[in-house]
């Protein structure tokens, strides 16, 4: 994540570790205990998120389009990831990692203002929104900047502006968490002495009810067409990538719960708007859970963000618990 924090992925890691340290010193444990690194959870420079998950779940049926994406330096996806000894052909291979898996435990910081705004520092987490995203392509005409009236403009960023500002209602109105980010729009020809002739614009909408996450698409595209009539335009939709909300374990939230409030004394479950690659393993049939520490002013994907340290600590602790009462579980 460029100009991203301290603590965003870094401390599942670190926190994975300290726990493993725990149990290979208390001698060998009943099951194989793995910390995973996972690749490309974020998908900031390709588009496309949790890439080392969906081929490890399984998932990843995009290979094709994968071949065709490329970062803004023109780089291909294949030849990135060339560069660091993974073949594309050969990634759905990671898929024999997760034939054994008997449970999925992730720490990750909320990235979000609920738990600060409740004043608690942990909570389970009930799943993860299903999420749309898509290139929105509006195509118009360029033309001279001063010699075209306002009245006979064929402006493709017009449409594109509109509907960054459609999406707000359209969140409200199907409501429930729903959120939608019109992330970035790139001008063609991009100088201020021309009409905009091309607009890209991505969307990313999101919601943990299916039909609800189906219904916000319906709406933006409804909207978009609109949009596009309004403005004599042409717009065009192409999706990057989707997946399905998941619901974690339910056992596994309940021991979740347990070792939050042995630390913590209070707990509470909440949805996870942002993506993780809990998502990916669940949807492989692997019994998942996740708990949330909270992030301080609910900033996320920037340097300013933070946790406090003994919210830390007392993260670490509840997710070393959980790790014990999974096992002790697992082993009944």
């Not at 803004?72 to 993974?86: F, K």
């Not at 001008?187 to 969307?203: D, F, M, Y």
């Not at 909408?205 to 335009?233: G, I, M, N, P, T």
């Not at 809990?278 to 998942?288: D, K, L």
Request: glycine content about 8%; proline content about 4%; hydrophobic content about 45%.
């Amino acid at each position: 994540m460029p100009n991203g924090g301290w603590l965003d992925g870094c401390l599942n890691v670190m926190a994975a570790v300290e726990t493993l340290r725990r149990i290979a010193a208390e001698g060998r444990p009943p099951f194989t205990v793995r910390v995973v690194n996972w690749a490309d959870e974020e998908g900031a420079r390709f588009g496309r998120s949790l890439f080392g998950s969906s081929a490890a779940a399984g998932s990843m049926a995009d290979q094709e389009e994968l071949r065709q994406r490329r970062d803004a330096n023109g780089i291909a996806l294949p030849d990135a990831l060339r560069e660091h000894g993974v073949d594309l052909d050969e990634a759905l291979a990671a898929r024999a990692q997760l034939k054994s898996a008997a449970a999925y435990l992730e720490l990750h910081i909320e990235q979000g203002p609920v738990l600060e705004s409740m004043g608690l520092p942990l909570g389970v987490v009930l799943g993860t929104f299903g999420v749309e995203r898509h290139l929105i392509t509006w195509k118009g005409q360029a033309a001279h900047a001063g010699s075209t009236p306002m009245d006979k403009r064929r402006d493709a960023l017009a449409g594109a502006a509109k509907l960054a500002l459609e999406i707000r209602p359209i969140a409200a109105e199907v409501g429930d968490g729903a959120v939608c980010t019109s992330g970035g729009v790139v001008c063609k020809p991009g100088i201020v002495t021309s009409v905009v002739e091309t607009a890209e614009q991505l969307l990313d909408q999101r919601h943990l009810d299916a039909a609800k996450l189906a219904r916000l698409l319906a709406l933006a595209q409804e909207a978009s067409e609109r949009f596009a009539r309004e403005e004599d335009v042409d717009v065009s939709w192409n999706r990057i990538w989707n997946i399905e909300p998941i619901l974690f374990d339910e056992g596994l939230i309940e021991l979740a719960d347990e070792s939050i409030r042995e630390v913590a004394g209070t707990s509470h479950r909440l949805p996870s708007g942002p993506l993780h690659d809990a998502a990916e393993v669940a949807r492989a049939g692997v019994p998942t859970v996740m708990m949330f520490v909270q992030s301080l002013r609910g900033l996320s994907h920037t340097k300013l963000e933070d946790t406090k340290e003994e919210h830390l600590e007392l993260a670490v602790r509840a997710f070393d618990g959980l790790a014990s009462k999974a096992m002790d579980t697992l082993r009944e």
